[in-house]
């Protein structure tokens, strides 16, 4: 079975502040996705990363891919009451196209 | 983009009741949808793989006689709890997958409490 283990589960920030959130396996995925969850909203999709050693950044956030496709990570700079959610990293197994979710980071950004 | 849409987005149930949940994919062709649940401030669990004419895959511990999955064509998938009881009070969710590219898009969910 496929594990994801987040970290931190919880995280209370000062807005400004910078923060990352861990996402680690002991597989291999194809895929790695990060999404972000509103209460009583499905997540939506941040970015996928594919390749390993892959960075992708989207505005204030950086997503990196671990070189051997187990891990990634998500770093926020300059937090924003905004960024405010539910954080999940989700992992592709090779050739399932089945989506894994990680145990989430809930993240709560004080102004 | 594309666009899956869930309904009902809330239900509330008498225990022993049944309750049929929708995922539509509304401009694309879906071949694959997941179904999803979510229990208060936990992440999503992968319940089951729906494919689009033939049976669903559940995944270890899902009952697949109580949650009972129709995706009969490439845009509807159907999930159906089953004399639902309180424990299966939940919040689900369904995702598709494109025929076109390998991006998941996720419905809106469906909160459903079993009183």
């Known amino acids: 079975t496929q594990l994801l283990e987040q970290s931190p589960q919880f995280l209370s920030i000062q807005e400004g502040e910078n923060l990352t959130v861990y996402c680690n396996s002991s597989s291999v995925f194809s895929s790695l996705q990060w999404y972000r969850q509103e209460p009583g909203e499905g997540p939506v999709l941040l970015v996928t990363?594919?390749?390993?050693?892959e960075v992708k950044k989207l505005k204030r956030l950086t997503f990196q891919f671990g070189d051997a496709r187990k891990d990634s990570s998500l770093h926020i700079t300059a937090a924003q009451p905004g960024d405010t959610g539910l954080y999940l990293c989700?992992?592709?197994?090779?050739?399932?196209?089945?989506?894994?979710f990680g145990t989430g980071t809930r993240l709560k950004v004080l102004a | 983009g594309a666009v899956v849409s869930q309904h009902p987005s809330w239900v509330i149930c008498k225990s022993g009741t049944s309750v049929k949940i929708e995922c539509r994919s509304l401009d694309f062709q879906a071949t694959t949808m997941f179904w999803y649940r979510q229990f208060p401030k936990q992440s999503l669990m992968l319940m089951a793989t729906?494919?689009?004419?033939?049976?669903?895959?559940?995944e270890q511990g899902v009952e697949k006689d109580k949650f009972l999955i129709n995706h009969a064509s490439l845009t509807l998938s159907t999930l159906t709890v089953t004399s639902a009881h309180p424990e299966d009070s939940s919040f689900y969710i369904c995702?598709?997958?494109?025929?076109?590219?390998?991006?998941?898009?996720f419905g809106s969910g469906t909160q459903l409490s079993v009183l």
């Open positions: 990363v594919v390749t390993g050693g």
């Open positions: 729906s494919n689009e004419g033939s049976k669903a895959t559940y």
């Open positions: 989700a992992g592709e197994g090779s050739g399932t196209y089945k989506y894994i």
């Open positions: 995702s598709a997958k494109g025929t076109v590219n390998e991006k998941l898009f």
